[in-house]
């Protein structure tokens, strides 16, 4: 263990172990309410490693999609970001790869995002939304299949039935050394009946710029993306105890190429260039529709919610991996979920909730990846289905008025697997299936001795379902002498954490806590040489800690955060043909994909204007640093990341305006860097932003 994880495991023990008798005042500052345990609760009351990214937050600090949540969630990174809703992301160091099924939950309001087989994030733009609560550390009892680092849940705002209102925001910015971007996204909330039907509407428009050359087609800027998210939301809300909302989004993007650069000619020239093409041009396309039904019905002594849900997704994309290989791939995906529970309602010392979830998905493959001009490596078409259920429930007891409150959990869920290819190269063909079953429980034990003072432990188990391959990816992985077969068996962790949450004074709140995972029959994913294949690989161990704290300082206006994490990592126990094949997997060497340390420390200030009443100036400026992190497949080291964000503007009652610099510091070290290229922080952009509310 190094000399900072040691300094920082010191100080958070040091916070778990503060003397509860110290006396803390009441926060002053606003209540946060997160859903992270299927129920309403205030922030500060739920142990867990949980934090609520807010709507300004996101607006303040650039945050467009999904991965760019990254740099906010102590122990997370960037696996992978070849495009917009093709990225991986890792928490807490579950990571493996970009295939088999997600290592980190998604949801959209009630709404489970995962695609079977792939590792992928919800491709939409975060626009009017409410907050992004995230989830670090094994969710699996409540969330399922798939939450095993954490579980990262988008809170869209729902329709209001009183008032009239919408908003509009426009952006123009600059790239360093690319093209122009801009964006405009207006949403508008109209009540049909009041206090009992309202809908709300919303519309994205963004123009991403390319930064990065094509030398052999003379072009430059040739990476740029456009993407348009529309949603519609209806409320409806018979009685007052009975509210039903329908939910429509449709959302794609649109990239010429992708952020996959070559990492000798990058450096050469002094400028992004795309991966080595051969003159054969490239694109990355994104679509989804998502539609939702959500009922609550509250029964007095519980609140009954249910969810429908149906998501059609496309991933087609055609890549030049390399002057000789070309690969064009086209994955469809249907899904739809369906989720009932009943939540205990009131104060009482007994809460408790049950619920049932079901679904059903098929994702259609086409692969066509082949030595150019026509030698194929890999010609194929399969399917993979998933029928899976899961029941789950939990149940908890405030003993001392409160004092000590022990929560139990478990959730077991089935997942009926099939699978059929077709090999077009050899015309052989292929049918597998196999029923996976898992039981994940879950303790916790919350003390409380103030109202400002609440320490945790929590015991989890996440896990996801096995994964299918091809025998082409069979016969691959045997060339390099690794075993492997057609049905991977899944992986699992265990976590055990204690933490704290502290509010030591209304001007100053502090959560730290301290981790142990075990990652077990890891996926891991690796290249044989041009054919990515799975095996199951071994088991490692994972040390954690993530600190964070919120100071509103005696200066008036001036808020000041921090949230950071350090890991260590190590196999622990490794197939002995996969170490021979791939000497970064091996006992004692750290996990891929994981950086040993990330944090970001942010400012705001807020000052009333003395020339204009009734407007402020607005500055916030916020510096997020990401340690180095392994490839497995080639053990390439990836660079640091420093990235920093600073914004500056005028606030009135109703309108804002503003000007900010993204990546200021133009940083181009390698985010990502494989065998065949790397992948950094989108360059600097400077621009301005305007916005009304009415």
């Known amino acids: 263990m190094n000399n900072r994880f040691s300094m920082l495991t010191g100080a958070c023990l040091a916070s778990l172990l503060a003397l509860p008798g110290a006396a803390f005042a009441q926060s002053e500052s606003e209540e946060i309410v997160v859903t992270a345990q299927k129920r309403e609760q205030a922030i500060q009351d739920v142990p867990l490693a949980v934090q609520a990214i807010g709507a300004d937050a996101l607006e303040t600090a650039g945050v467009r999609q999904v991965g760019d949540l990254v740099r906010f969630i102590p122990g997370a990174s960037i696996v992978n970001n070849t495009t917009a809703g093709r990225e991986t992301i890792s928490i807490r160091g579950i990571a493996a790869g970009t295939t ?10 009630e ?3 995962s695609i079977p087989n792939l590792q992928l994030s919800p491709p939409g733009s975060l626009i009017d939304v409410q907050r992004v609560e995230v989830v670090r550390g094994p969710s699996g009892t409540l969330y399922g299949s798939g939450a095993m680092g954490g579980n990262i849940k988008i809170v869209t705002r729902t329709p209001d039935t009183t008032e009239f209102s919408g908003l509009l925001r426009g952006e123009y910015s600059n790239t360093s050394d690319g093209d122009d971007n801009h964006n405009i996204n207006g949403v508008l909330n109209v009540p049909i009946l ?4 309202a809908v709300r509407l919303n519309a994205g428009i963004e123009t991403l710029g390319g930064y990065a050359e094509a030398p052999e087609f003379n072009r430059s800027d040739v990476n740029g993306m456009d993407a348009n998210s529309y949603r519609g939301v209806l409320l409806w809300t018979p009685t007052d105890t009975i509210d039903v909302s329908l939910t429509a ?4 993007n649109r990239q010429d190429f992708n952020n996959n650069l070559t990492a000798a000619q990058t450096i050469a020239a002094g400028s992004p260039i795309i991966t080595g093409t051969g003159g054969r041009p490239s694109y990355q396309n994104t679509d989804m529709d998502l539609y939702s ?3 609550n019905w509250d029964l007095g002594f519980a609140t009954l919610t249910g969810n429908v849900s149906n998501i059609i997704h496309s991933l087609k994309l055609n890549d030049a991996t390399s ?14 979920t369906g ?6 309602s009131g104060d009482g010392p007994f809460q408790w909730i049950v619920g049932a979830f079901k679904r059903d998905a098929i994702i259609k493959s086409y692969l066509d ?3 150019v001009p026509s030698t194929p490596l890999i010609f194929s078409y399969g399917t993979i289905e998933t029928d899976s259920y899961a029941v789950f429930g939990e149940v908890s007891y405030d003993f001392f008025g409160g004092m000590l409150t022990p929560t139990l959990g478990v959730r077991y869920s089935e997942d009926d697997r099939g699978g059929f290819s077709v090999n077009f190269v050899d015309s052989t063909r292929a049918l597998r299936g196999a029923v996976w079953e898992s039981t994940n429980p879950r303790f916790n034990l919350r003390f409380r001795p103030t109202e400002d003072a609440m320490f945790y432990i929590n015991v989890a188990k996440g896990f996801r379902s096995g994964s299918f391959q091809s025998q082409g990816q069979v016969d691959a992985a045997a060339l390099l002498g690794i075993p492997t077969q057609t049905g991977v068996d899944p992986d699992s962790v265990w976590t055990y954490e204690i933490g704290t949450k502290l509010s030591v004074s209304s001007d100053f709140q502090v959560e730290a806590s301290v981790y142990h995972s075990d990652f077990e029959d890891i996926i891991v994913q690796f290249v044989s040489p041009a054919i990515v294949s799975l095996a199951n690989g071994g088991d490692a161990a994972i040390d954690g800690v993530d600190l964070a704290f919120v100071w509103r300082t005696p200066v008036d206006g001036l808020d000041v955060n921090f949230n950071g994490s350090l890991l260590n990592t190590n196999f622990e126990n490794v197939v002995p043909a996969l170490s021979v094949a791939l000497p970064t997997i091996s006992e004692g060497r750290p996990l891929p994909n994981v950086p040993t340390s990330n944090y970001t420390i942010g400012a705001d200030y807020v000052r009333p204007s003395s020339m204009w009443p009734g407007v402020d100036w607005r500055l916030h400026g916020s510096y997020s640093f990401r340690g180095s992190q392994i490839d497995a497949a080639s053990g390439r080291v990836s660079g640091e990341l420093n990235d920093l964000t600073l914004r500056a503007g005028l606030e009135g009652t109703n309108w804002r305006a503003n000007v900010f610099a993204l990546n200021a510091l133009d940083d181009d070290d390698p985010a990502v860097r494989t065998a065949t290229g790397i992948q950094i922080l989108y360059p600097r952009r400077i621009g301005v932003q305007l916005g009304f509310d009415f």
């Not at 009041?194 to 039907?197: A, I, M, T």
């Not at 002057?323 to 739809?336: E, G, L, P």
């Not at 989720?339 to 205990?344: K, N, P």
């Open 111 to 113: 709404t489970p995002f």
């Open 339 to 344: 989720e009932v529970r009943l939540t205990s």
């Open 194 to 197: 009041r206090d009992r039907l």
């Open 369 to 371: 990846v082949r030595i």
């Open 249 to 252: 989004w449709t959302m794609n």
């Open 100 to 109: 088999g099924d997600g290592l980190v939950g998604f949801y959209i309001d």
């Open 323 to 336: 002057f000789v290989v070309n690969n064009f791939s086209d994955f469809r995906t249907v899904q739809t």
């Open 293 to 295: 039904a959500t009922a």
